[in-house]
């Protein structure tokens, strides 16, 4: 299992947790970004600065990744892309998006799309809190527990 971070918008709680988990469990941990990262010294975190442009990042995770990675994503196409190719994704939040729910993910946000467009104000999404930090630390440890159990 390789963990792909689309890391351009993660929170940098998010990443944390993601460094100590590769550090503990030695899982390799990629961030994937179009800007400069700062990640720890370690032989199983790295970082893949991409070129600045609409999806490049997630095209590229979806190029390199492969069945039975994860990635960790708020982006709803590029969880639907990871799973629709074997991997899995999660959601910053603890979200495990999965074959029978991204449909409904997917639709979701095109109508939220289509609301925006056409000038009604949605809001943003609310602030990354302590139950959303919890939810994705529980969630990434059950996977990658799951994972090293298999091998």
Known sequence: MQIWVDADACPVVV??????????????????????????RSPHISFLQVSAGFDVADN????????????????????????????????P?????????????????????????S????GGPAALNQNDRQAFANLLDKLVTRYLATT
């Open 60 to 91: 590229e995770i979806v190029k390199r990744m492969a069945a039975g990675d994860l990635v960790v994503t708020a982006d709803i196409p590029l969880a639907a892309d990871a799973i629709e190719k074997g991997g899995q994704a999660i959601s």
């Open 119 to 122: 000038g009604v104000d949605t």
């Open 15 to 40: 990443k944390e947790i993601l460094f100590r988990v590769a550090k503990r469990t030695e899982v390799p941990v990629t961030l994937v970004a179009n800007q400069p990262i700062r990640i720890p």
């Open 93 to 117: 939040r603890g979200e495990h998006y999965t074959k029978s729910n991204i449909k409904a993910r997917l639709s979701m946000r095109d109508f939220m799309d289509t609301l925006r467009s």
